[in-house]
């Protein structure tokens, strides 16, 4: 598909389920055509086969979540604990 103008949809006013016709197959946004942000009121978003949790403001990693190719370590396996941790996003700003 070379010219994404074809294919634009007017979700203006959109008053149901948006389901894609085939699974896997339709992308939202392109890269060169972004949303700018998103806003859900669920607690769980699924990306790939990784399910991401929210609670509050903090969001939970599932176990073994790799940042730069390092795993994320908890209090329990050596990590900082959560109150080192809220002391540097306060810090951090």
């Known amino acids: 598909m070379s010219n994404y103008g074809d294919f634009k949809t007017n979700l203006g006013a959109v008053a149901d389920h948006i389901i894609p016709a085939s699974?896997?197959?339709?992308?939202?946004?392109?890269?060169?055509?972004?949303?700018?942000?998103?806003?859900?009121?669920g607690s769980t978003l699924y990306l790939g086969g990784a399910q991401l949790n929210s609670s509050g403001s903090a969001i939970q990693l599932p176990a073994g979540t790799t940042v730069g190719g390092s795993t994320i370590q908890?209090?329990?396996?050596?990590?900082?604990?959560?109150a080192t941790a809220i002391a540097y996003s306060i810090a951090l700003g």
Do not use: W
């Not at 908890?74 to 959560?82: D, F, L, P, R």
């Open 23 to 41: 699974h896997e197959q339709i992308d939202l946004g392109h890269s060169t055509s972004a949303f700018r942000d998103l806003y859900l009121s």
């Open 74 to 82: 908890t209090e329990s396996t050596g990590g900082i604990s959560a």
